[in-house]
Nanobody, 117 residues
Framework: QVQLVESGGGLVQAGGSLRLSCAAS????????IGWFRQAPGKQRELVAA???????NYADSVKGRFTISRDNAKNTVYLQMNSLKPEDTAVYYC???????????WGQGTQVTVSS
């Protein structure tokens, strides 16, 4: 029932921008927290940004001031606007929902973001 489909990734030069979208099943939005994660080769998946049902927002220190997370409940979509991209932002980006006591335990294919120097 729960499905999350990421899109919007691509190849950009340093300093460029991308907007990622996460299309979610309606049931996801009874979750009180939606997050964007990323995983670079050889590194652990990390939480980049999260937004709650009360529109409380948190960002990883590495992306503060550059990334903006938002949601459109009517469209069952969560966005991640990424500006001033850096090569170290290169990763596969995933979205997920905090359900009950943990993040949903199935991860989608993600969307690849590659930032060239």
């Amino acid at each position: 029932q729960v499905q999350l489909v990421e899109s919007g990734g691509g190849l950009v030069q340093a300093g460029g921008s991308l907007r990622l979208s996460c299309a979610a099943s309606g049931s996801i939005f009874n979750s009180n927290r939606i997050g964007w994660f990323r995983q670079a080769p050889g590194k652990q998946r990390e939480l980049v940004a999260a937004i709650t049902s009360a529109d409380e927002i948190n960002y990883a220190d590495s992306v503060k001031g550059r990334f903006t997370i938002s949601r459109d409940n009517a469209k069952n979509t969560v966005y991640l606007q990424m500006n001033s991209l850096k090569p170290e932002d290169t990763a596969v980006y995933y979205c997920n929902a905090f359900i009950g006591r943990s993040w949903y335990n199935r991860w989608g294919q993600g969307t690849q973001v590659t930032v060239s120097s």
